[in-house]
């Protein structure tokens, strides 16, 4: 007697129920999903209990004829393809026919439903799988669906669900994702016959996530768009100047559907690197327009992830585009950093610094001070980086102090105290210099080559690190098994941290993500910044000369690691540490 059996249909459905049915919020992007794809320009979406006793879908879409509807809960009936090359350029959000007979399976399912054809309309009613009826209805156009006991038949299933208020804000982040990305669509989302939202107008991006997400967002955001070729891109970005927010949310369409993508994801964080500090919150909303055939997605039961056919090109375009937006949008704001508002750029030849001399009692203070003459400039401190805004026209004095701990250089302004993190200003410093093709890589001859020790790497990978390092005045050779010498550094590099740099190049281009990278010379820039020769800051001149170069630079706030560079201590701040301003209480 055979073990192998197949399934009776009910059982397969109720299997196919346990991908599709994740939670309620599930069986809500299932229903309207279809509605969408009915060509749907109004959807109106109610439940109760957290989506377990009601969830009902209701549009104006195309409807159905009596012999489509009853296709339409049979397991794998579907007018969306017809042969297996059409799912490779499927352009809809269903396609496979199992959601409507599994969400059947494991509920009372009720369906109105009318093709305009100017008969009579149809509805059936399923329970637990088992048609009940079917037959005519008055319903005008559309289609209405009706879930209620959901998973009434599965109680060891029901049991795992949430709580309804979580089970609710699962339903409400779905139905702000098709808001967000059907902007012809009208959507109303009603709980308990309460209106929570009505899709708001409008084109702008920020508005709508604002409307969506809340109006903090606006505040926040600035919207962009990209085109490449056949490739577009545009939605809304966090404005680096707003470094306390604290909400992370990147949230991703392609092709108008919602999707998660380890690829997408990483292109962000990449683009916004050297931008935000590394503990800041990112905040994106992208729509990617895709070919239909360079992209798969039917690689997840609930159709929530995709496969690229060449994710390294998407992830270099993202990147590279996300990058070039947030950089123009600085510029275009006069924004150059968190919390730093100026009108003009600055040069080395438009800053004067003077020292200050020390003696025995502290610090004399010349008459002529370092002077930045840039208009309308202002530096918050960490409380306040992201209030944006601006201080008096005056010019911006600053008087250097010293340095302390050997780590920071301190200067009075008439607001209080700067303090310059010197490391990561070098960083930034070297950085902007890099990328820019200003920093001298003329190789020079060390007295002694230095032997490294290298990991097992492929000869492959070795070569192409010495030939990136040779294009930046770093002169090296095989010099036997898993050995290399460096017979000669440019004055940036630190000679004590060669071998540091080039194990990080190794260990990256072993990584195939990171090749591209590389060619672009941004990520050979971002981890020479670690290697800088930190000897060439021991003097105070020199460390007046940084600070000139840190403000010259796009986006001196920021060190490439995502480091804060430079803030200030307000004189309140320092008068509220002694004591010395009194809070009044009032009676």
Known sequence: MSKIKILPEF?????????????????????????????????????????????????????????????????????????????????????????????????????????????????????????????????????????????????????????????????????????????????????????????????????????????????????????????????????????????????????????????LNRAIRDAYAGFLPNWQSQVAFISLNFPKNTIDVNVHPQKREIRFKNEQMVRDLVRKAIYKAIDSFLLSKSVVSPGILRSEKSTDSNLAIVPVARTKFGWNRPRDVFQLPLRQTHIAGLDNLNTGQLASSEDLKLVFIGTVFGQFAIFESMDGLWALNIKAAARRVFFEQFIHKQVNDEPQRLLLPKIISLPSVADKILCKAMDLFLQYGVIMEKFGKNLCRIDAVPSWLDEMMAEKLLLDVLAGLGDENAVSMAMDGEWFAKLASTCVNMKNYDEMKNIMKLIKSLLSSNNYIIDPLGNITLVEISLNELKNKFGLIKSTISL
């Open 11 to 263: 059982v397969s459905n109720q299997i196919a129920a346990g991908e599709v049915v994740e939670r309620p919020a599930a069986v809500v992007k299932e229903l309207v999903e279809n509605s969408l794809d009915a060509g749907a320009t109004k959807i109106t979406v109610r439940f109760s209990a957290g989506g377990k006793n009601l969830i009902a879908v209701e549009d104006n879409g195309i409807g159905m004829s009596r012999v489509d509807a009853e296709l339409s809960i049979i397991r794998h009936a579907t007018s969306k393809i017809t042969s297996v090359e059409d799912i490779q350029i499927v352009d809809t959000f269903g396609f496979r026919g199992e959601a409507m007979p599994a969400i059947a399976s494991v509920s009372r399912f009720l369906m109105r439903t009318n093709d305009q054809s100017g008969e009579a309309g149809t509805e059936i009613l399923v329970h637990s799988g088992k048609v009940q009826y079917v037959r005519e209805c008055g319903l005008v156009a559309g289609t209405l669906v009706e879930i209620t006991g959901l998973l009434h038949n599965l109680p060891a299933r029901r049991q795992f669900l949430k709580s309804d208020e979580t089970e609710t804000m699962h339903i409400i982040r779905v139905m702000r994702a098709f808001a967000l990305a059907e902007r012809e669509v009208k959507f109303e989302l009603f709980k308990d016959d309460k209106l929570l939202f009505c899709s708001p107008t409008g084109d702008s991006w920020s508005h709508r996530v604002s409307k969506l997400y809340g109006e903090f967002y606006g505040e926040w955001l600035f919207d962009f768009n990209h085109h490449s070729g056949n490739i577009s891109l545009d939605g809304a970005l966090l404005n680096p100047s707003c470094i306390n927010v604290n909400k992370s949310e990147i949230i991703c369409f392609v092709n108008k559907r919602q999707v998660l993508s380890q690829t």
